[in-house]
Nanobody
């Protein structure tokens, strides 16, 4: 069964850090693009970061560049999103999604999605 499970969300103060995990089962993250998305209340879901399968190339949206880092542990079959210098505008439910191959993950590519984890940054 192909599945993604996110964890690591929580409540953190402005300037703090969190590390989100996206644990995969039923496939190998080494060959899949894993994207991190977020959706804040009343807003559309946006792609935050992505790590491609095989070559491990990474992409970030401008608002998180220099603060967020996506990485992959093939042995643990898990992808991480390290979030530093968090801001209130980072508050959202964060999801990971997987497609075979390379980033980006776009709506016309069928993807496997996790259930999401809440990140709340308080000021």
């Amino acid at each position: 069964q192909v599945q993604l499970v996110e964890s690591g969300g929580g409540l953190v103060q402005v300037g703090g850090s969190l590390r989100l995990s996206c644990a995969a089962s039923g496939f190998s993250v080494e060959y899949y693009a894993i994207g991190w998305f977020r959706q804040a209340p009343g807003k559309e879901r946006e792609g935050v970061s992505c790590i491609s399968g095989s070559d491990g190339n990474t992409d970030y949206i401008d608002s998180v560049k220099g603060r967020f880092t996506v990485s992959r542990d093939n042995g643990k079959n898990t992808v991480y999103l390290q979030m530093n210098s968090l801001k209130p505008e980072d508050t959202a439910v964060y999801y990971c999604a997987a497609v075979f191959g390379y980033c980006p993950i776009v709506p016309d590519r069928p993807a496997t999605w996790g259930q999401g984890t809440q990140v709340t940054v308080s000021s």
